[in-house]
């Protein structure tokens, strides 16, 4: 399956800054998706990000607050602009895998963002 | 609006007996329905999966039974252990395509010694 690297994995921020969020991929993949999970909650998709087009982002989550880029087929960035304590969560990326085991989503360890 | 519900929110269980975690859904377009274990710290890990051409899909201590006519589907683990201690997550997707997972608000499941 994939191997999702993400960077950083932990950081506490000053509110009022931004903090940009890695996502590598060892294999080209079509679509990558970023995902928020706040302290003992599930999982809610941000935007998905395909290469060569603008991420389309979920209600709720707007481009100005989280916006990202999808240079090639094997990275991806999201950027929490904007900080405030409301945005501190786990943020996730993953992909889709439509060939080999295990078909469907991988994710990646994700960034446990601290806003202070 | 699309949902998917997981309950129970928590669940405490012997080592040795059985976990079971149920979800529900509403969008029958749905045609993929994967559950995930997450352990703190990490991010969610799949661990099964079935399409509704199925109502049953074993894979070492896991299985799931999946109900199309109610819409139903739930995670058995078997023999539970308690490195089987985290959080299960249920989604659902329609497989092909550019679908997104819609996830279930999580079990956190603790199997004691």
């Known amino acids: 399956s994939a191997v999702i690297s993400q960077k950083p994995s932990r950081d506490i921020c000053q509110r009022g800054t931004s903090l940009t969020i890695q996502c590598q991929v060892d294999?080209?993949?079509?679509?990558m998706f970023w995902y928020r999970q706040q302290p003992g909650q599930s999982l809610t998709l941000i935007a998905t990000?395909?290469?060569?087009?603008?991420?389309?982002?979920e209600s709720g989550f707007v481009i100005d607050k989280f916006p990202i880029s999808r240079p090639n087929l094997t990275f991806s960035t999201l950027t929490v602009s904007n900080m405030s304590p409301e945005d501190s969560s786990i943020y996730l990326c993953?992909?889709?895998?439509?060939?080999?085991?295990?078909?469907?989503?991988?994710f990646g360890s994700g960034t446990r963002l601290t806003v202070v | 609006q699309q949902q998917v519900k997981q309950s129970p929110q928590s669940l405490i269980v012997q080592k040795g007996g059985i976990s079971i975690i149920n979800c529900a859904y509403e969008?029958?377009?749905?045609?993929?329905f994967p559950w995930y274990q997450q352990f703190p710290g990490k991010g969610p890990a799949l661990l099964i999966a079935i399409r509704p051409d199925v109502s049953e899909k074993k894979e070492g201590r896991f299985t799931i039974s999946f109900n199309k006519s109610a819409k139903q589907f739930s995670l058995h683990i078997m023999d539970s252990q308690p490195g089987d201690s985290a959080t299960y997550f249920c989604?659902?997707?329609?497989?092909?395509?550019?679908?997104?997972?819609?996830f279930g608000k999580g079990t956190m499941l603790l199997v004691s010694p």
């Open positions: 990000a395909n290469q060569g087009s603008e991420a389309t982002y």
């Open positions: 969008n029958t377009a749905f045609d993929y």
């Open positions: 989604a659902a997707s329609m497989g092909s395509g550019y679908s997104t997972l819609t």
């Open positions: 294999s080209q993949v079509t679509m």
């Open positions: 993953s992909v889709k895998q439509y060939t080999g085991a295990p078909y469907g989503y991988t």
